[in-house]
């Protein structure tokens, strides 16, 4: 399943559970699983064989939307949403690409002659920011701009 999510969205990867669901249902409808379970068990292969496939034939767009009713996950509203400023990226981009491509390179990587490596300010830029955890919630401060963003999870 890692590589799934390292070479698809999860919006690739919910039309490869749909069709390995729809998959498993008629395996047992047919006859050919010996119960429910069994049927079950297929999903995850399933998957992965889908994965491959697509990527073998590189299939051009195709997914799943998101559905309007799920929740957005806790993580998905801190990392994407607040921390990077990419509302439903994690829907919508292949988390290991999404990383390697974009996140990586923008935060982490630095220059030999760059001694700052790290975050930086979404307003800015600059690299001098400092992440702290204030009453249950996370703040960042820029200390050149002065920017604060902060944010503050709605469960208790």
């Known amino acids: 399943m890692t590589r799934l999510l390292h070479n698809f969205t999860v919006s690739e990867i919910y039309y490869f559970v749909r069709l390995s669901v ?14 429910k ?10 998957m992965l064989n889908l994965g491959e496939k697509a ?7 195709f997914g799943s939307g998101r559905d309007s009713r799920a929740p957005t996950s806790p993580i998905s509203k801190v990392f994407y949403n607040f921390i990077l400023r990419e509302e439903d990226t994690g829907f919508n981009k292949s988390p290991g690409k999404h990383w390697e491509n974009e996140i990586y390179p923008r935060y982490f990587y630095s220059k030999e002659d760059d001694a700052a490596d790290g975050l ?10 400092v992440a702290k955890m204030v009453d249950g919630g996370i703040e960042v401060h820029c200390q050149d701009c002065g920017a604060i963003n902060e944010f503050i999870s709605n469960r208790a």
């Open 22 to 35: 729809e998959n498993a249902h008629l395996y047992y409808k047919r006859g050919r699983a010996q119960n």
């Open 37 to 46: 379970k069994h049927a079950g068990n297929t999903i995850p292969n399933r």
């Open 120 to 129: 930086c300010c979404n307003e800015c830029l600059s690299k001098l920011v």
């Open 55 to 61: 990527m073998n034939e590189q299939w051009k767009k």
